[in-house]
């Protein structure tokens, strides 16, 4: 590369595929949001390091189960999986997705669905990203006037 007609030195920098995936769990955790990636039948293939604190059956998230052992939100929505691995539809959103934790408290999160080729595989997946958006706890005694509601 020149640059007022002089050579300019090059500058390289390899980064392995697994030192990417780390930076990727750390900047999205940053911002709250974990990803999984799935394959055609729906088998968890990658997850980010956190995302069993989104799941509903946490011990479901392992690699090469089925998505739904542990997120239940595609059933029912396989017609539009399909149109994202055909890539007939680039996105697939569901917004406030509730889970009830153990503690009694909720977690509400936002789910974004679209399909991703990688180069060295011929196949597309699928993936997830979950936002958190807000937990709520309720006083089990106050929970049925809906007062006394905490902000985290």
Known sequence: MFYNKEMLP????????RNIKNLLDK???????EYLAV??????????LNLQEFADIPNGVEKEKYVRDSFPEPI?????????????????QLKSVTRVLNDGSYLYLNLYIFGQKE????????????RR?????????KSASGSERKQY
């Open 10 to 17: 090059t500058f390289s920098l390899h980064i392995s595929p």
């Open 27 to 33: 900047l999205l955790s940053l911002r709250r949001i």
């Open 39 to 48: 394959d055609r039948e729906l088998k968890i293939q990658e997850t980010s």
């Open 76 to 92: 029912g929505i396989e017609e539009v999986l399909d149109d994202i691995l055909e890539e007939r539809q680039p996105t697939f």
């Open 119 to 130: 180069q060295l595989k011929p196949e597309r997946e699928i993936n997830y990203f979950m």
């Open 133 to 141: 958006r807000n937990r709520h706890c309720f006083s089990s005694a």
